[in-house]
């Protein structure tokens, strides 16, 4: 099933498409996965790209992300945003550039950065060992090799 990315690339829109799509369908887990897995920094602000949404879908996205709690499936679904190329999962620093330079930065990137660097610290405190121990390819992903 594919939600958010269902009319292209879209930017940010894809999130509240996602949400809208899901949200019809009756899949309240999804739409809410379809909004936070863009924030780990809970600031509308701090998204890479352009918010390419009518005003109120703004201020709805704001709203929603003001009046919700992360829960652990929220931020593994963040997580795995920030380690997931094409290929495959690499080094959350290469996503993380990747990213970068595709939409640019501004004051809040290392702000999410420092975010989604405590999710991967949350993460490898219950697993009790690195996140990329056990996950496939990272360094075929990483480096090319």
């Not at 009319?7 to 739409?31: C, P, Q, W």
């Not at 996205?61 to 795995?80: G, H, M, P, T």
């Not at 930065?105 to 697993?127: G, L, M, P, S």
Request: proline fraction near 1%; hydrophobic fraction near 40%.
């Amino acid at each position: 099933m594919i939600f958010g990315r269902r009319y292209g690339v879209t930017s940010m829109r894809h999130s509240i498409d996602g949400y809208n799509f899901a949200t019809e369908k009756g899949y309240n887990l999804l739409a809410q996965i379809c909004i936070t897995h863009s924030f780990t920094y809970k600031n509308i602000d701090s998204v890479f790209g352009k918010w390419n949404c009518s005003k109120e879908e703004l201020n709805f996205v704001k709203e929603y992300l003001n009046n919700i709690e992360f829960s652990a499936y929220d931020k593994l679904i963040q997580l795995c945003d920030a380690i997931a190329l094409p290929t495959g999962c690499c080094l959350m620093e290469k996503r993380m550039l990747d990213v970068a330079l595709r939409h640019g930065v501004n004051k809040y990137t290392v702000e999410k950065w420092k975010a989604t660097f405590a999710i991967q610290e949350y993460f490898e405190e219950r697993i009790g060992k690195s996140i990329y121990s056990v996950l496939p390819s990272i360094v075929e992903n990483t480096f090319g090799f």
